[in-house]
């Protein structure tokens, strides 16, 4: 597993990357855009988890194939292995339902921040919304799962 | 105390203050909370499958990011009770859902139709510009509610299921309480 001086540089690639415009067209969702808006990345919670992951991590990252919240959810997302919320740390992945961002801490009430590409799909009884690419309470810490991602030749 | 005042009152109010405006009066702990529950029925109304239009933002009180997970098509719900815990108004309702749409662990959204009953619970806050009750996000348990109808491919419809299907399904259930 990487060490917290990796897991530091993942929180600032993270943050250094700017704002997203949320998409999961990719997925099969119409009506969610196609192309970002100017000088945005497109994609959806979990392509800023992978950006922040490989972008911080180069090739000392163990890798594999874009994770979803599902992947993450069912324990199949490749290149990372879950860690107890007592041993999670800035860079973890944390996951909560549907929504995934890059944990930066635990406020004094319990709640679990990250950093995250926010927004929701059309499909969403909402309707589609592209929300600021910010740090967000991801709520209650026994609500959240954290994953940490291994390094290279790790199993 | 006179109309005035309490309108006065209510925009003073800070956002977690325990306290229904439209009834004037501060609820205990425990106590029902029947202004929630109109709350949850209207954005539960928005969120059926035969619904023409999004839920709006001024029945939310909380943002809802990514969607949920599961995400059900919603045929008919009816709510059960409330009380209150703290700050929040806690909202259950019986849902009636004819398909669970969730994300496949290789990309694409993947639909299952089936019938089935749940029952969820809601927490709502008041909100500090009307002071009214506002749906804080998905269901405590995490689902959410889905559009179907802007599925596309590469989507998956499982098991020969359709938007018309499901629809149909939906339809056929759609008795309100």
Redesign the interface.
């Known amino acids: 597993m990487i060490g917290a001086a990796q897991g530091m540089q993942v929180a600032r690639h993270a943050a250094e990357g700017g704002e997203w415009t949320y998409s999961q067209y990719p997925s099969g969702v119409q009506g969610d855009p196609t192309e970002p808006l100017g000088g945005e990345r497109l994609g959806d919670c979990t392509d800023l988890v992978r950006y922040a992951v490989s972008g911080g991590l180069g090739s000392a990252w163990a890798g594999g194939e874009k994770a979803n919240t599902a992947a993450f959810n069912n324990g199949t997302a490749e290149g990372f292995t879950e860690v107890m919320r007592s041993a999670a740390r800035p860079g973890d992945v944390v996951v909560r339902g549907g929504h995934a961002g890059i944990f930066t801490g635990i406020n004094s009430r319990d709640e679990v921040r990250g950093f995250a590409n926010n927004g929701q799909p059309n499909t969403s009884a909402g309707g589609y919304k592209d929300n600021a690419t910010r740090v967000i309470n991801f709520g209650p810490s026994k609500e959240t799962r954290f994953f940490r991602p291994l390094l290279a030749g790790e199993p | 105390m006179g109309t005035n005042k309490l309108v006065v009152l209510c925009a003073m109010l800070p956002v977690a203050a325990a306290w229904s405006c439209r009834t004037g009066k501060q609820e205990a702990t425990g106590q029902q909370v029947p202004a929630a529950e109109v709350t949850l029925s209207e954005a539960l109304r ?2 059926l499958s035969s ?1 023409s239009a ?2 709006p ?1 001024s029945l ?1 009180a909380c ?7 599961p ?1 059900l098509a919603l045929a008919r719900f009816r709510v059960l009770g409330s009380a209150m815990h703290a700050d929040t108004a806690v909202v259950r309702a019986e849902v009636v859902s004819v398909a669970d ?9 993947e639909v299952r139709q089936r019938v089935r009953t749940d029952t969820l619970s809601w927490s709502l806050l008041p909100l500090a510009e009307s002071g009214r009750w506002g749906v804080c996000g ?1 269901s405590r348990e ?1 689902v ?5 109808q ?7 419809w499982l098991n020969g299921a359709s938007l018309a299907s499901v629809q149909d399904l939906a339809d056929s259930l759609a008795i309100e309480h």
């Open positions: 928005h969120s619904a999004p839920l933002d939310l943002e809802a990011y990514g969607g949920g997970d995400q749409v969730r994300l496949a662990a290789d990309g694409p959204y998905y995490g959410g509610f889905v559009r179907l802007y599925l596309q491919p590469p989507a998956r």
